[in-house]
Antibody, heavy 118, light 107 residues
């Protein structure tokens, strides 16, 4: 069974940093593109960014709203995806989901809540 | 960026009803369109990709159609478990973008 489990969310002050993790199981993680999607409280879905697989040089794409502040990385040896978030702003408050980037986003984790507040 | 719009933004329907949700892209996206279902407090669930292909395990009461800029999701016979918010999403070009959602609730 494909499973994605996010962790690392919490409360952080504006200007602070946080690193989210996503543990994958049930599929060959290294073969797949992986994405982060977020959802602010009571709002819709917003794509954050993507990392491609090794065959595509682990290249990344980002939404303009996070480019230069967020970094997506992965460790295929640990079947793990990461989201390093720096210079956090109140508008970054959201549930962050990791998703497998196959046929759009075919599988999602349960999400982890990030709250940016003083 | 490609803007996605959905209509209606919400609808009330009864069990057994046929429900149609439309999605429009601000520019052509061929068939690179997906539909997701989300229930409160839960992760989105993928229903359809490539505009009309059902994800594995998704019941055939869901169907999608369209190409270019105009797309449709149909639920042929609404069941209690289908009351949720539905989002379309384009993955034709970066940044990927979602529609604002259509909330389907009980009449």
């Amino acid at each position: 069974e494909v499973q994605l489990v996010e962790s690392g969310g919490g409360l952080v002050q504006p200007g602070g940093s946080l690193r989210l993790s996503c543990a994958a199981s049930g599929f060959t993680f290294s073969d797949h593109y992986m994405d982060w999607v977020r959802q602010a409280p009571g709002k819709g879905l917003e794509w954050v960014g993507r990392t491609r697989n090794k065959a595509n040089s682990y290249t990344t794409e980002y939404a303009a709203s996070v480019k230069g502040r967020f970094t997506i990385s992965r460790d295929d040896s640990k079947n793990s995806l990461y989201l390093q978030m720096n210079s956090l702003q109140t508008e970054d408050t959201a549930v962050y989901f990791c998703a497998r980037g196959y046929n759009s986003f075919d599988c999602w984790g349960q999400g982890t809540l990030v709250t940016v507040s003083s | 960026d490609i803007q996605m719009t959905q209509s209606p933004s919400s609808l009330s329907a009864s069990v057994g009803d046929r429900v149609t949700i439309t999605c429009r892209a601000s520019q052509g996206i061929t068939n690179n369109l997906a539909w997701f279902q989300q229930k409160p407090g839960k992760a989105p669930k993928s229903l359809i990709y490539a505009a009309s292909r059902l994800q594995s395990g998704v019941p055939s009461k869901f169907s999608g159609s369209g190409s270019g800029t105009d797309f449709t999701l149909i639920i042929s016979s609404l069941q209690p478990e289908d009351f949720a918010t539905y989002y379309c999403q384009q993955y034709n070009s970066y940044p990927f973008t979602f529609g604002p959602g259509t909330k389907v609730d009980i009449k």
